[in-house]
Nanobody
């Protein structure tokens, strides 16, 4: 079955950096478009970044120039490098894939605060 496991969240000061990882299994990772979503308290879940199997990327306007999505198809992993973090980036971040159904990881908390 599809499994997505995120890691790498934590507490960071504004302007700092974090790197999130997602380990995937149970589907042909190398051909699947992968997504990072986030959900802030009291807000709807939103799409942050997408990467196709071939490595094409798209970003939400709010994170362009600060976040970088990447993948390693040999290791079935995806990452989100987050730089210049802002308080507004505080959220639970989810790895996700649409493969027949929409699958989600358990989420990893990112808190940006002094």
């Amino acid at each position: 079955q599809v499994q997505l496991v995120e890691s790498g969240g934590g507490l960071v000061q504004p302007g700092g950096s974090l790197r999130l990882s997602c380990a995937a299994s149970g589907f042909p990772f190398s051909i699947a478009a992968m997504d990072w979503y986030r959900q802030a308290p009291g807000k709807q879940r939103e799409l942050v970044a997408t990467i196709t199997g071939g490595g094409n990327t798209q970003y939400a306007d709010s994170v362009k120039g600060r976040f970088t999505i990447s993948r390693d198809n040999a290791k079935n992993t995806m990452t989100l490098q987050m730089n210049s973090l802002e308080r507004e980036d505080t959220a639970v971040y989810y790895c996700s894939v649409g493969w027949g159904n929409r699958y989600w990881g358990q989420g990893t908390q990112v808190a940006v605060s002094t």
